[in-house]
Nanobody, 115 residues
């Protein structure tokens, strides 16, 4: 059994910062690509950022230069540092990871950017 648990969401003012964490636990042999997705009300879930086991990263254009994805392989954890947050970043953020060759999702954490 494998679990992904996210933390770090909350309410922040425009221009502020948040750091999301997602820790994997359970019977883990390997974790390949890890990533963050988000889903705003009334919209489809979209890919925000990914990071491979080797550390190669990708970002959706709307967050480039503002968000940074990183991972600690020793802790089976992926992070998303979000700076210069905008109201349009408001969404539920989901962690995704390919663990033991299968995809897993976290439960989601709410990020609200509002004054």
């Amino acid at each position: 059994q494998v679990h992904l648990v996210e933390s770090g969401g909350g309410l922040v003012q425009p221009g502020g910062s948040l750091r999301l964490s997602c820790a994997a636990s359970g019977s883990i042999f390997s974790i390949r690509t890890m990533g963050w997705y988000r889903q705003a009300p009334g919209k489809e879930r979209e890919l925000v950022a990914t990071i491979t086991q080797a550390g190669t990263t990708t970002y959706v254009d709307s967050v480039k230069g503002r968000f940074t994805i990183s991972r600690d392989n020793a802790k089976n954890t992926v992070y998303l540092q979000m700076n210069s947050l905008k109201p349009e970043d408001t969404a539920v953020y989901y962690c995704n990871a390919v663990i033991n060759w299968d995809p897993y999702w976290g439960q989601g954490t709410q990020v609200t950017v509002s004054s």
